[in-house]
């Protein structure tokens, strides 16, 4: 069999000749490109705008930014998610409060949240877990119950959807990546969604400085104000060529994979000793970013030797993720989290095991993971 990566982004050959395309021209930043993405992106997602920013970090720091969250703040943060939803808080200089995960879906435990809100207390970090959306009325409850704002960590969730309503636009603001191996990507880059037009359009202006008025809006060339602090966080035209291009193939791309996560989870379930993650049901549409599972009992004890042992047999895996975050070196030290803290995220980080589901698999690379990986546990079951 061939070695099957657990992710690689999808390049054709429209994305080169839309690249090419840029370089023969003259506009690398502020160019027609970019508007047409965003404009591609508000329109497949419902909204009626979009910001693109260089980073879907990027994107989070602006998005705290733009709500006027900083020192003295505090913003309730999942335990279990990439480093960058805290980074995103604590370059703010306010400070990210941790809170545990629960085992079904691997979100944030929205039972934990109202007792770790204080009067500090800003706005509340969404994660949606591998692109499995949270149940946003709950959190929106708590939101206006304590007044608080709400930012979606939608980094994985292109095509997740709540109640029929995208990602992004469940809360404040919300913020996708499109880092090389996500659902689509720009090589770099972020979107920024939001239901509110007035945050898309200061947003908007805060990325590119804070200049009141774009080249094409300037009477004289040079000439504009600065009227609010700004950033450098915008996208550049070779990104947003690219964006175009892998957002017609979108919906391919989500449709295999849930082809391909369905197949896993029906085989896996003859595997003892791994729980999956509730799916799609009812409200709630993932975007099916890869098969993650938890493993127990002997298979726990076992999954660096399980790892080791897919990659020999040529099957690329991940971890969701390595280290609960107030765990990582620089918030345990800074703040003092102690191990055993965050159970749930402790056992989801330590126990688990991605597999892929992407595009980049070809016919039967999804049942030979499955038997691959029910073959290797078998031995430690």
């Not at 370059?91 to 995960?101: E, H, I, N, Q």
């Not at 002997?298 to 969701?320: F, H, M, P, V, W």
């Not at 070809?362 to 073959?375: N, R, S």
Request: charged share 25%; aromatic share 8%; net charge neutral.
């Amino acid at each position: 069999m061939k070695k099957i990566p657990f992710a690689r982004p999808f390049i054709g050959h429209e994305e080169k000749q839309a690249v090419a395309d840029v370089l023969d021209g003259h506009i690398l930043v502020h160019g027609p490109r970019t508007l047409e993405f965003e404009k591609k992106f508000a329109r497949w997602t419902g909204c009626h705008n979009s910001v693109s920013v260089s980073s879907c970090t990027a994107g989070l720091h602006l998005a705290y930014f733009n709500l006027g969250i900083g020192p003295g703040d505090e913003v309730i943060v999942p335990a279990m998610t990439h480093v960058a939803t805290a980074h995103a808080v604590e370059l703010t200089g306010a400070k990210p409060v941790f809170v545990d995960a629960e085992i079904k879906t691997g979100n944030i435990d929205i039972d934990k949240i109202e007792e770790a809100i204080t009067s500090n207390t800003k706005a509340l970090s969404i994660v949606h877990f591998l692109g499995m959306p949270v149940d946003m009325d709950r959190i929106n409850q708590i939101a206006a119950k304590h007044n608080l704002f709400v930012v979606e960590d939608a980094a994985l969730a292109f095509g997740s959807k709540f109640k029929g309503t995208h990602a992004g636009l469940l809360g404040d603001i919300g913020v996708f990546s499109m880092y090389p191996v996500k659902h689509i990507t720009t090589l770099e880059g972020g979107l920024i969604l939001s239901k509110h037009s007035d945050v898309l359009k200061k947003t908007s202006l805060q990325r590119a400085f804070g200049v009141d008025r774009t080249h094409a809006e300037r009477k004289i060339p040079g000439q504009y104000d600065v009227n609010m602090l700004g950033l450098n966080y915008r996208m550049n035209e070779l990104q947003a060529a690219l964006g175009i291009c892998q957002i017609d193939r979108l919906d391919d791309f989500l449709r295999t994979r849930k082809k391909h996560h369905d197949i896993l989870s029906e085989k896996l379930i003859e595997a003892e000793g791994v729980h999956q993650f509730l799916s799609s049901h009812g409200d709630f549409l993932s975007s099916y970013y890869c098969k993650s599972v938890i493993l127990t009992g002997g298979l726990a004890n076992n999954r660096l030797e399980i790892i080791q042992e897919l990659s020999r047999r040529d099957i690329g895996t991940s971890i969701y993720y390595p280290c609960p975050v107030p765990r990582l070196t620089y918030y345990k030290e800074k703040y003092g989290f102690q191990k055993g803290q965050f159970k749930v995220a402790e056992t989801i980080a330590y126990q688990s095991i991605a597999l892929p589901v992407g595009p980049h698999l070809g016919k039967g690379d999804a049942e030979h993971i499955a038997e691959t990986f029910l073959d290797i546990t078998k031995k430690y079951s």
